[in-house]
Every structure is written in C-alpha cells, then in structure tokens.
C-alpha cells in the first residue's frame, strides 16, 4: 500500500496540479459558455438596432383614440380628438413617433418635454397610445396637454410589435420616406432632444431639403 509518505518527490506535485487542471478545465468551459449567453442575450433584446434601423415602417392604419370620460377629467375642460394615425402619415415630412399610455409612470415624466418640443414647433409628434383602455388615453392627454398631431389607438398592441417597442416610452424618428433612422428608450429628458434628437432631425430635414419650421427648440 502506497502512503504519502512513499510517494517519490517527483510524483508529490502532480495530485495537486492535476486537481488544479481538473478544476480550470469546467471553469474555462463554464466562462465560454457565459460569453456566448450573454452576448446571444443582448442580440435578443436588442433585435431593433439591426433590424430596424434604416427600414422603413411598417404599413398601419390605427383609429384615432375614443373620446374622454368625463369622470376622469376636470371639470368643464374641452379636449379635441387628435386625427387617426397611419403610416402614409409618416411620410413627407420629418417626424418623431412617441409611443405612449396613460398607464406609463415614466411617460408622465417625459410630457413636458415633448410639450416643449411641439410648442418649439420644430418637428411634429405623432403619438401611438399603446393598450390602454377606450378613453384612458385622451383623459390623460385633456389632463396634461396635448403635444401629439395625429394619435393613433393601439389597443391590441400590433403596431407597436411592428416598432420593435419593448416598453413605454420609446421614441422613434423617421425620415420622409417613412423610414426609421433612431430610436430613443425611455424618457425624452432635454438634453436628449438638445444634443442628440434635435441635430438629427435637422440634418434629415436639411438632407430632404425641408426647410426648418421652428424658430426655437
């Protein structure tokens, strides 16, 4: 029977480094194996950065939002139904397409600002009311302001799926041929439209020789 105190200096090191190699073998599996979840994990959640970008959007007509319940609104306020939304609408012109509900925390958030991007007056703001229940969405818009041209009702969803939308809200600009050249995750904050929203919708207005229509932003 061989005992440690047998084995031959030679052969000591080899138990503790054939441990050492049977140990960094799974461990070196175990990190390749992470590398390649973690990188096929942002490819999933990121589908839109390229499959979206430079196409154009897809074809849609939504109706437009239902009117208000009263209930949900102050007392003798007036609010006008904004125009149905369709993708033909996308087109001709520059365009930010805001996807939004009245559900969205964060959507209260970033309103004044897209209130102080239509009063600036330099890009129009189509809104797209993502499953919210009938009326829901222009109580909220009769209660915080209405920065949006056209909105449409997307009750079911499908539109937004089209977007490539994973939550609200998102931004989208769209040139004038209809087709999607930025999005925008989460809350419009100012310095967003500023340094980067801002100069882009500038330069694919510049590039489809529209004038700029805004005097301030």
């Excluded at 012109?93 to 600036?120: K, T, Y």
């Excluded at 909105?151 to 600009?173: H, L, M, N, Q, R």
């Excluded at 999607?180 to 439209?193: L, N, Q, S």
Aim: charge should be neutral; aromatic fraction near 6%.
């Amino acid at each position: 029977m061989t005992t440690p105190d047998t084995i031959s200096p030679s052969n000591r090191g080899r138990g503790p480094r054939l441990v050492s190699i049977l140990l960094a073998v799974p461990l070196a599996i175990l990190i390749v194996l992470g590398t390649v979840f973690f990188q096929s994990l942002q490819t999933q959640s990121n589908p839109f950065r390229t499959v979206l970008i430079n196409q154009p959007v897809s074809d849609f007509a939504l109706p437009a939002i239902a009117p208000p319940n009263p209930e949900k609104i102050p007392a003798q306020t007036e609010f006008d139904i904004p125009a149905a939304l369709a993708s033909n609408d996308l087109r001709g012109q520059v365009s930010l397409v805001n996807i939004f509900g009245s559900w969205c925390v964060a959507c209260r958030v970033e309103h004044p600002v897209l209130m102080d991007i239509q009063r600036g007056g330099r890009v129009p703001i189509m809104g797209i009311d993502w499953k919210d229940p009938p009326g829901d969405g222009a109580a909220w818009l009769a209660r915080f302001g209405n920065p949006y041209s056209r909105v449409g009702d997307d009750a079911k969803g499908s539109v937004a799926i089209d977007f490539g939308v994973t939550g609200a809200p998102e931004t989208f600009v769209v040139d004038h041929r209809g087709t999607i050249r930025y999005k925008h995750v989460g809350p419009i904050r100012p310095e967003d439209w500023t340094n980067t929203l801002l100069p882009l919708v500038q330069k694919l207005q510049k590039e489809a020789g529209i004038n700029d229509p805004g005097t301030k932003g």
